[in-house]
C-alpha cells in the first residue's frame, strides 16, 4: 500500500463520522444543508489567519472562497457546483461546462471543484474532506532538523599537525602523530590506529577527516598550537549528528618525544609525512616525471650529497613496513616485531636495488639513475629499418637468460 493512501482513508473516516450525528439530526434535507455549512465555513477560513497553509497551497479556490465570503448566507443546492473526483468513481451525470474561474485543485488527484451550480452529495463531501484533513496534518509536521554545513578543506590544520600525548610526557598512555592527510593512534598498551584521509573538511567549529574504506572511519579535531581535542565516532553515526554522545579526547603538547615512543615509531612516522610528499609528485595527476624523482631524491637522500645509498634505501623500506603495520593495527609487539624484520628486508630489498639501478657501479643512486628511462618517456620512437621478431624465439632468449642468472646465483650461495 502507498505511503497516502493510510492518511486519505483516515481523513475520509473522519470526515463521515464528523458528517454522521448532522445527517441523523436533520433528516432528509441534511446533505444540501450540510455542504452549505462545509463552503461557508472554507468561505470564512479564508479571511481567517491560514494557521494550516491550505489557501496558500492551493487546496482552496480562490474564485469560490470570494463568491461564498461575498454573499454571507448558506448557497443553496443550485448554487453549489458538483464535485467530479475521477479516481473515487463517483459520478452525477454530465458535467456542466465550468465557468471562468479557477479550479481546486489537489496533489495527486484528478478532481476540481468548480464555481457554484449544484450542492456535492455526502460521499463527495466526505472524500473531499478526506483529502483536505491529510494535507492539513502535513503542514503541521515539524520539518526535519537542518544538517550541519559542511565546507571541504585541503588538510588538517598546520597548528594541530604533529606529535600529542595523553599521559605524562615521561611515558604517555598514548600518542597521536597528526600529518597533513593522516591520524596515527600509537597507544603504548593496545592495537595502533591508522586513518589516512581520503577527505577532509570542517563541521562547525571541527576539521573531520574522513578514510577510506566500507565504514569510511572518522575522526574530528579542534584546538589550537597547544591544546586538542578530538572526536572518534562510530561508524554508524550520521554527519548530521556529529559530535552525538561520543566522548571528547583532551590531548597535549610536550618538549619532546619520549626515547621509547621516538626508537619505536620515529622512522614510520618520518616515512608517512614523506609519501604525502610522494604521492602529490608521483601519483595520479602529478605534474611530470621529474618532479616525482626530485621530490624521491629530497626524501630519501640523508646525507645531502644528492645519491641515495643502500642505507637511505633500507630507511624507506623499512618505513613501509611500519605503515603496514600500524594500518594493520598492530599491538606494540607486533610493530617491534616487524620493524626487526624491516631491518633485514630493508637491506635486502636495498641492495638489489642498488644492483639493479646502480648503472655507474659507484654504489649509490643517483636522480639521472633514478630516472633513466622513466624521464625520457615519449622520446623513444624507434627505427623505420626494424622489423618485427617471432615473440615465440624472444620468448625463448629471455627463458634461456633467466637459466642462466639462476644458475650463476645458485653457484654463489655454495
Given amino acids: 500500500m502507498k505511503p497516502t493512501l493510510p492518511l486519505l482513508a483516515a481523513g475520509t473516516a473522519l ?127 515539524t520539518p526535519p532538523a537542518a544538517a550541519p554545513a559542511t565546507v571541504a578543506t585541503p588538510a588538517v590544520p598546520d597548528a594541530l599537525r604533529g606529535a600529542w600525548y595523553q599521559g605524562e610526557c615521561s611515558a604517555p598512555s598514548v600518542t597521536l602523530q597528526l600529518t597533513a592527510r593522516a591520524a596515527a593512534r600509537l597507544p603504548t598498551d593496545g592495537n595502533a590506529r591508522l586513518i589516512r584521509f581520503a577527505e577532509t573538511r570542517t563541521v562547525e567549529n571541527w576539521t573531520m577527516g574522513i578514510g577510506r574504506g566500507a565504514e569510511a572511519p572518522r575522526i574530528l579535531l579542534r584546538g589550537t598550537a597547544t591544546a586538542l581535542e578530538t572526536v572518534e565516532p562510530d561508524a554508524k553515526l550520521r554527519d548530521d549528528r556529529l559530535p552525538g554522545a561520543t566522548p571528547v579526547q583532551a590531548w597535549r603538547r610536550c618538549p619532546a618525544a619520549p626515547a621509547s615512543v621516538a626508537a619505536l615509531h620515529g622512522e614510520g612516522v618520518a616515512f608517512l609525512a614523506a609519501l604525502e610528499g610522494l604521492e602529490a609528485a608521483c601519483g595520479t595527476g602529478s605534474p611530470a616525471p621529474e618532479a616525482c624523482v626530485t621530490t624521491v631524491m629530497r626524501e630519501g637522500d640523508i646525507s645531502g650529497d644528492g645519491k641515495l645509498s643502500v642505507a637511505e634505501i633500507a630507511r624507506m623500506v623499512r618505513g613501509a613496513t611500519w605503515l603496514l603495520a600500524i594500518a594493520d593495527e598492530a599491538t606494540p609487539e607486533a610493530v617491534l616485531a616487524t620493524a626487526g624484520g624491516g631491518m633485514l628486508g630493508g637491506v635486502a630489498v636495498a641492495r638489489l636495488m642498488m644492483e639493479s639501478l646502480d648503472y655507474d657501479g659507484d654504489g649509490k643512486l643517483s636522480s639521472a639513475e633514478l630516472g633513466q628511462d622513466r624521464l ?39
Fill in 15 to 141: 470526515a463521515l463520522a464528523a458528517l454522521a450525528p448532522g445527517l441523523i439530526a436533520r433528516g432528509p434535507d441534511a446533505p444540501a444543508a450540510l455542504a452549505s455549512e462545509t463552503l461557508s465555513s472554507q468561505a470564512a477560513s479564508a479571511h481567517a489567519p491560514d494557521s494550516l497553509g491550505l489557501a496558500s497551497q492551493g487546496l482552496v479556490s480562490q474564485g469560490l472562497v470570494s463568491q461564498v465570503s461575498a454573499q454571507r448566507a448558506p448557497v443553496s443546492q443550485a448554487q453549489v457546483s458538483q464535485a467530479q473526483i475521477s479516481q473515487a468513481g463517483v459520478s452525477q451525470g454530465p458535467s456542466p461546462q465550468p465557468p471562468a474561474g479557477q479550479a481546486v485543485r489537489m496533489p495527486g488527484v484528478s478532481a476540481q471543484l468548480r464555481t457554484p451550480e449544484a450542492a456535492p452529495s455526502p460521499a463527495q463531501a466526505g472524500l473531499l474532506a478526506g483529502f483536505l484533513v491529510p494535507a492539513a496534518v502535513a503542514q503541521t509536521r
Fill in 376 to 414: 625520457a618517456f615519449g622520446r623513444a620512437t624507434g627505427t623505420a629499418a626494424g622489423r618485427p621478431l617471432r615473440m615465440e624465439g624472444l620468448q625463448e632468449g629471455v627463458a634461456l637468460l633467466r637459466g642462466v642468472m639462476e644458475g650463476l646465483m645458485l653457484d654463489q650461495q655454495r
